[in-house]
């Protein structure tokens, strides 16, 4: 009985050290997998920042977040950048259409990588992202129905865009978030554990938001003095 013990005690000191170590070492590949992911996310969201800046260059001022036609949302302001990083699919968009017209509706599983990061969203559907703009009056992208910032005149570190992982929406949607929106969002989500979303601002920079506390954010998604 003493032998049949101490030979149970040696397997299970065999074991569990093996097992330990199958832990650690399944624990280290998924977070390499996970910071490769989050770093993939980070340089394609740059590349959306950067076709802000380009829509900038060439027409004067930033892309309107939404465009209206009678009342209708039209556009988003991701459609209208493809002008800078997908022209060829930029010119089968239909203008004179809105997004979700039966034309343009066949181009949703055509989405630019540059709009897709799985980081953080593992159930997005075929067509959609987590980019999203903060909009509002006071907000660095704005409607069609207001005057449209200039890069120029903007505010270094205001926020442009946002990772909104719970907020999945198809790329060609012309729907965003106001900035409570992200506020609540931050609040709830930080209350739980820090997360892995960045936030780009007007000077093209990509930053975690964990940097940010919530009164922080709130005084960078809009623009002073206005």
Known sequence: MF???LKRVQLLAAIIPAAVSVLVVTWKLNSLVEESRTRDCKAKFFEVAFALHKYNEKHGHLPPAVVYKDGVAMHSWRVLILEFTAPDLFSQYRMSEPWNSPHNS?????????????????NLSEGQTIYVAAVGPDTVLRTDAEQPRRLEDTPQD??????????????????????????????????KSPGHEHYATADGRVRPIF????????????????
Not at 106 to 122: D, E, H, N, Q, V
Not at 170 to 187: G, H, L
Request: glycine share 4%; charged share 25%.
């Open 158 to 191: 205001a926020i442009m865009l946002i990772e909104l992982p719970d907020g999945p929406r198809n790329w060609m949607e012309p729907a965003d978030v106001s900035p409570a929106e992200i506020e609540n969002y931050f609040r709830v989500r930080n209350s």
């Open 106 to 122: 066949r181009l949703a599983g055509k989405m630019p990588r540059m709009f897709y990061c799985t980081s953080m969203a593992t």
């Open 211 to 226: 940097e940010l506390n919530i009164a922080q954010l709130a005084d960078h998604l809009t623009v002073p003095g206005e």
């Open 3 to 5: 032998r049949s013990n």
